[in-house]
């Protein structure tokens, strides 16, 4: 008995060491048709690697596919992270590599169809593996043309298209020379005697595609100095700019063509809502043009609806402020003394004149010379004209203080006269702070795009007026501000407001509030499902890791003409007609109020002469 319980256990070990052999060496030869590209072109990432399976049975080879997992961990559990995963629902964070397996053509078409772009990264690493045995090359064809739809490029095909154990890999390109836009398969490997010739090979990971000329369309409209719009002689618009060059440079690297689109009724960013957006974001947002760009930053709203690059533009939202207000002529005759200055002068002066009054008016001290004319007199010395002969040395040494006090006092005056008369009036007004600016009461002018960037600010938001017309030149708004004919300041990419400056600001000139700037970062933007994000954010790195765009840069920052460096010049400024015209409006009041003093006399003196 006891031999054959013996017997008994040998023989159920035996039985289950025979059961689980045939699935380890099938694991060697019969799955290595994914085992190798798997080590091949995952292992270096160094990321976790996402499985997409269905659950039916494949009839045919007798397996689920439970059993390629289960070969899979096996293999390469020392360097692999998994996850499994059965739906298309969206996986978080999302997944870069994957592996999509299905049983036959048809279920790996209906999951094709059903992937959201929200969950999948076009930017990823994608296999597709299919069970079933004969498809044809136009099978394969119609799955790339679905994933083409959906932008998603890095995906290489395996499948059997003649049976067994003869393996195929399949990409596709889309930008071709002689096919742009379409899908052209591609053959990228074999796999003959259990072996795939260069697996290593399939995904170009870090090299640049090449599009061969074809033409992408380019959303942008002016906005200086990041665009300009330059209309040529046979009425055709060409770009230029800071973002128009870093563009150029791209699409030279790239080997694309473009074609610029300006959004429809003259609108600029336009809203950007789930659905029915508008201007350069609705037509990002229902994939009209490849690429977007024109001054426009990044925010949390955008990088949710669409995608972005790398910042290519590294700059300060500020606020452009105006020049202090300009005094007017009669008012610069009164600005070289303050108000206490001028009423101890005035009070200085009307004591004076009451001593002379006392001394030289009273009959009473015959000590005194007698001086007529006492308070013409003193404005005659304090005008720096002539005095009468002073006889009596008491009442010259009076005098002679009188004159040098005056000629102090007048000297003060008209030198600092001098400085406010030749003043221009051009340096910037005290509204450094959103204190400064909501103390005298200023509006803070916006665009709606502009304004998401200032909602939660409480020192901004409840004075914001949008400018709901997006067509009106942020120039003509600048100079109003300067011209003080608009109450408010105006919020603009510091390169916008150094252009205007550069270009404008002999005709007005504006400033740059010093601490209210906000970060501002400009990018290029995408279609939610679209490939170009990762070549751009790459030569994107390049650009400012070899210094162009901060040498593109400089060429507004660093201007001689702009307020940062000015400099006053040596040569004296010869006064114009507004600085000396108040003085001569003096010098008419005067004669108008003595022309009536004088025609008042002559009325006063008829009937005087007729009474004698």
Request: include cysteine; aromatic fraction near 12%; charged fraction near 15%.
């Amino acid at each position: 008995m006891q031999r054959l319980g013996l017997i008994v256990v040998v023989h159920s070990i035996v039985a289950a060491l025979c059961a689980v052999t045939p699935l380890q060496n099938d694991g060697h030869k019969r799955f290595n048709y994914l085992l190798s590209p798997l080590a091949s072109n995952f292992k270096r990432n160094k990321l976790p690697v996402t499985f997409w399976v269905d659950n039916t049975i494949d009839a045919v080879n007798r397996f689920t596919h439970s059993d390629t997992l289960n070969v899979v961990l096996s293999r390469h559990s020392e360097w692999m992270l998994v996850t499994v995963h059965n739906s298309t629902e969206c996986v978080h964070p999302t997944p870069l590599q994957s592996v999509v397996m299905a049983s036959s053509y048809r279920s790996m078409t209906k999951f094709v169809l059903a992937m959201a772009y929200e969950c999948f990264d076009p930017s990823g690493y994608y296999i597709f593996s299919v069970a079933e045995h004969g498809l044809s090359e136009q099978d394969i064809s119609g799955v790339f043309e679905v994933l083409w739809k959906k932008r998603i490029h890095n995906v290489v095909f395996i499948a059997s298209l003649e049976g067994g154990t003869v393996y195929k890999a399949f990409g596709y390109a889309p930008y071709g020379q002689s096919n742009c836009g379409s899908v052209r398969l591609k053959l990228l490997d074999q796999y003959r005697r259990y072996r795939w010739q260069h697996p290593g090979g399939w995904f170009r990971s870090g090299a640049l595609p090449n599009f061969h000329r074809c033409t992408l369309r380019v959303g942008t409209f002016e906005s200086k100095p990041y665009v300009i719009k330059l209309n040529t002689t046979n009425g055709t618009a060409t770009f230029v700019g800071l973002e128009v060059d870093i563009f150029k440079t791209i699409a030279a690297k790239l080997n694309f063509s473009y074609q610029f689109v300006a959004p429809a009724h003259n609108s600029k960013w336009g809203r950007l809502l789930p659905g029915n957006s508008t201007g350069l974001m609705g037509m990002l947002q229902r994939s009209e043009v490849d690429v977007g760009f024109s001054s426009t930053g990044r925010s949390l709203n955008r990088e949710a609806l669409l995608r972005c690059s790398f910042p290519s533009i590294t700059t300060q939202m500020s606020m452009a402020i105006p020049p202090k207000r300009p005094y007017t002529s009669l008012e610069k005759l009164f600005r070289p003394l303050s108000l206490p200055a001028w009423l101890l002068v005035a009070g200085g002066y009307a004591t004076i004149g009451g001593l002379y009054v006392l001394l030289f008016r009273a009959r009473s001290h015959p000590y005194f010379e007698h001086i007529p004319g006492v308070f013409y007199t003193i404005w005659t010395i304090l005008m720096g004209g002539p005095v009468n002969d002073v006889r009596r040395h008491s009442s010259r040494l009076f005098v002679i203080s009188l004159v040098l006090n005056a000629f102090v006092v007048r000297n003060l005056y008209q030198s600092a006269l001098f400085q406010h008369l030749k003043s221009t009036d051009t340096m910037a007004a005290n509204l450094h702070t959103y204190e400064d600016i909501n103390g005298v009461r200023l509006s803070y002018y916006m665009y709606e795009s502009t304004s998401r960037f200032f909602l939660e600010n409480p020192s901004v938001n409840k004075t914001i007026r949008l400018l709901v017309d997006e067509s009106i030149d942020w120039d003509g708004i600048m100079y109003d501000i300067s011209q003080h004919r608009l109450q408010g300041v105006i919020a603009l990419p510091l390169e916008s407001i150094t252009y205007y400056v550069k270009h404008h600001g002999s005709q007005g000139m504006v400033y740059v509030s010093e601490r209210t700037g906000i970060s501002f970062f400009v990018a290029f933007y995408f279609p939610k499902m679209s490939a170009l994000q990762e070549p751009f954010d790459y030569l994107l790195h390049r650009l400012h890791a070899g210094g162009l765009v901060e040498h593109w840069l400089e060429n507004f920052r660093s201007n001689p003409h702009t307020w940062a460096n000015y400099e006053q010049d040596s040569t004296p400024t010869p006064l114009q007609l507004h600085q000396v015209s108040g003085g001569f409006y003096v010098w008419v009041v005067c004669v108008v109020l003595a022309t009536v003093v004088f025609v008042g006399e002559l009325m006063l003196s008829r009937p005087i002469r007729r009474g004698k």
